[in-house]
């Protein structure tokens, strides 16, 4: 192998990491600005539409004063706030880790995400988060 060979190919993983590492700057920026703007102060962020129009929670309601939570280092809170996204932060940080290595090793990327069955479970327990944080049994599911 020579070293031109070896010179493109570095250049070809750091062309493949470029897309993992733009989602990942763009996610710690808007950690960075959730983290700094505090969304539990009135008047930095808009109301949900949702919540504004019906009176119920969705199920994001909450999210951006979870993210103000993890980025303060206060778990306990965040899972207070919306539990389903802090259940499903570890999901996405193992699937954009393995972009990052299937990007680095030069393998293509995946074209799905996941098994349908697992997106449509996924669908399913949103909806069910969705109806159950709005029920008074439910009351400690609301942010």
Request: aromatic share 12%; net charge positive.
């Amino acid at each position: 192998m020579s070293i031109a060979t070896t010179g493109r190919h570095g250049t070809g993983r750091l062309k493949a990491l470029l897309a993992p590492l733009g989602v990942a700057a763009g996610a710690g920026a808007v950690v960075a600005l959730v983290g700094v703007v505090d969304p539990n102060e009135p008047g930095h962020y808009p109301t949900c539409p949702f919540l504004w129009l019906t009176g119920l929670y969705c199920p994001g309601c909450g999210t951006l004063r979870a993210i103000h939570a993890l980025a303060h280092l206060d778990p306990v809170a965040a899972l207070g706030l919306n539990p389903l996204m802090v259940a499903t932060v570890p999901f996405l940080l193992f699937w954009w880790g393995r972009w990052v290595v299937r990007a680095w090793q030069g393998r293509p990327r995946r074209t799905t995400l996941a098994h349908p069955a697992w997106l449509w479970a996924f669908l399913g327990i949103v909806m069910v988060y969705w109806v159950v944080r709005n029920l008074p049994f439910g009351a400690f599911l609301a942010p």
